[in-house]
């Protein structure tokens, strides 16, 4: 993410958003075993993700009430790049949103349109192309650079002006092919949540069957 003290960012004032808008959540995290089972005896924790390409940001990423949706992602990782992924398994986790950037909630959008214009403006002064979401199948882009830079951009400037940062990013992900012929439905939408504040996960718990 390009940053520029120059940029105009106190010209645009982010809303404030309801805090504890959502109740706690139960969450699942697809990863290897030997990750699974650090986290489950209090060895290690989750590590945020930071790809240019991550739709929600950077933050710890979690597939809301689906274990069976964070156990695909961790065997379809593993034929990917088995060298990268163990034996696949989830995780699960008592997590609260806290100050959460609701995606699903009315008005939002005008948030992202703001953090947006910053955006675009921040890399016409560096002279850089705007990053592009990418990776497009059956309508939807499954690479978010685009996306990812937007809501790196809401974070700084809720810094920049002094607003209590988001604690969480919750979303929406509509994935796959038609349920039936003519569906409105993708056989792979999702909800998931980026905890971006680790002091938002309660706890972890073991999933029977999955570690």
Known sequence: MLTDSSAPHTAIRMPRR????????????GCDREVAESVLSGEET??????????????????VDSPERAL???KDRKQRRPQEMGEPSVVGAFAYPGNCLNLTDYGVMDELSLAYRATETLFKRAESPLPVNSDRRNGIYLKRQLDCAVIQM???????????PYDTVYGVFEEGSEVYPGSGFLNKTHVQIAICNPE???GYFRVNGMT
């Not at 809401?154 to 209590?164: G, I, T």
């Open 18 to 29: 309801p805090k504890n808008s959502l109740g706690p959540l139960i969450l699942y995290h």
């Open 46 to 63: 989750l590590q945020p993700s930071e790809n240019d390409y991550d739709w929600l940001g950077p933050g710890i990423y979690f597939w």
């Open 72 to 74: 695909d992602w961790a």
């Open 154 to 164: 809401v974070h700084e400037l809720r810094r920049d002006q002094e607003e209590p």
């Open 200 to 202: 938002m996960i309660l």
